[in-house]
């Protein structure tokens, strides 16, 4: 019995140090932040979709933090979003004070063989996503194109942001899978700039155009009919879109089909928010929790119904799922892939 007596009081002993070993952990994740800034870093310019997104986001996402700390939007365009996605794997803080609002097109890259991706998806630790950037291509009415087989005997001009953007990489595709023509002016920042080059003529079509971004920038441009939807890239319709013609409907096989899943289903996981590959535990574990309420939180959702923001949210879970079912497909879709939209 003395025996028994002395175990069990080991055992509590034993108990009540990991107790206070937890609480203590607790309470310290519990007052990191407190006076410190974090960094949103979202790899565009102001005004975009991105960017009016990640500022509608960062004002409640803070609320949720214990220690409140202050948090500030940070724009760095570049290579439609890789300069961003390369920061965080490279040189952003990895206590917790910095994360990225990943745009999709740039979670294939390393998978696709570009070699400015100087990151890896897989390690990134995702908080979760807040949309569904369901995709279109628009064009200017004045350009009398209706249809993506127009496009086979005249070429317009696409604008873009940069090599590893969707405004890029969904225009080669088209051209590799349907045989359109098109001609792809780079170098603006942001689908902001993209927006306004179209309005004024200096190009005549983009794609890469999310469904949030249609609510939010070319809402106007779209009713009064000086710029129309000339396809959508989603793998099931959207009723939003309308009777726009779907590019899978026009695909010819299989393969083209899983092909373009590749190319066109990471859109699925927009403005999905991730940290840095070594940051601790006990931070993500915080992060994530605040990320979850904040999704939850009444005044943001209606901040953002009143803004005609719409939200299609995922758990970090999921977004890492579908990452590594990207980096599964077989390496004959993967070659057919890299060579449409990949860079040697």
């Known amino acids: 019995m003395p025996c028994i007596r002395s175990n069990r009081r080991h055992i509590a002993g034993v108990a009540l140090a990991m107790a206070a070993s937890c609480a203590a952990a607790v309470a310290q994740?519990?007052?990191?932040?407190?006076?410190?800034?974090?960094?949103?870093?979202?790899?565009?310019?102001?005004?975009?979709?991105?960017?009016?997104?990640?500022?509608a986001f960062i004002r409640h996402f803070k609320n949720h933090i214990p220690g409140r700390p202050d948090i500030v939007l940070q724009n760095m365009p570049g290579a439609g979003g890789l300069v961003a996605a390369n920061f965080l794997s490279k040189s952003a803080?990895?206590?917790g004070t910095a994360m990225v609002?990943?745009?999709?097109?740039?979670?294939?890259?390393p998978l696709l063989g570009n070699k400015n991706a100087q990151f890896d998806p897989r390690k990134v630790h995702w908080l979760g996503k807040l949309d569904f950037d369901g995709m279109a291509c628009v064009i200017r009415a004045e350009s009398g194109v209706h249809h993506l087989s127009d496009l086979k005997d005249r070429e317009i001009a696409f604008g873009s942001s940069g090599s590893g953007s969707n405004t890029t990489h969904h225009v080669v595709a088209m051209k590799s899978?349907?045989?359109?023509?098109?001609?792809?002016?780079?170098?603006?920042?942001?689908?902001?700039?993209?927006?306004?080059?179209?309005?004024?003529?200096?190009?005549?079509?983009?794609?890469?155009?999310?469904?949030s971004n249609i609510h939010v920038q070319l809402r106007d441009d779209l009713a009064n009919g000086s710029i129309s939807l000339l396809v959508q890239l989603t793998s099931k319709p959207l009723p939003e879109f309308g009777s726009v013609e779907n590019i899978y409907d026009l695909l010819q096989n299989e393969e083209d089909h899983a092909v373009a899943t590749l190319v066109f289903k990471p859109n699925e996981f927009g403005k999905a928010v991730g940290l840095p590959s070594d940051t601790p535990q006990p931070r993500i574990d915080v992060l994530r929790r605040a990320f979850e309420e904040t999704?939850?939180?009444?005044?943001?959702?209606?901040?953002?119904?009143k803004a005609n923001m719409p939200l299609f949210v995922?758990?970090?879970?999921?977004?890492?799922?579908?990452?590594?079912?990207?980096?599964?497909?077989?390496?004959k879709v993967v070659a057919r892939a890299k060579e449409i939209v990949g860079e040697d």
């Open 29 to 55: 994740e519990d007052t990191f932040f407190r006076g410190k800034t974090v960094s949103m870093i979202i790899g565009f310019g102001p005004g975009g979709g991105y960017d009016t997104y990640g500022r």
């Open 93 to 95: 803080k990895s206590d």
């Open 101 to 109: 609002m990943f745009p999709p097109a740039v979670l294939i890259q």
């Open 177 to 211: 899978l349907l045989g359109i023509k098109a001609r792809i002016v780079q170098g603006y920042k942001g689908s902001n700039e993209i927006t306004l080059a179209l309005r004024r003529g200096e190009v005549g079509a983009m794609c890469g155009v999310a469904y």
């Open 295 to 305: 999704i939850k939180d009444a005044q943001f959702t209606g901040e953002m119904e």
């Open 314 to 331: 995922s758990s970090g879970k999921e977004i890492a799922t579908a990452i590594d079912q990207f980096y599964a497909m077989p390496p």
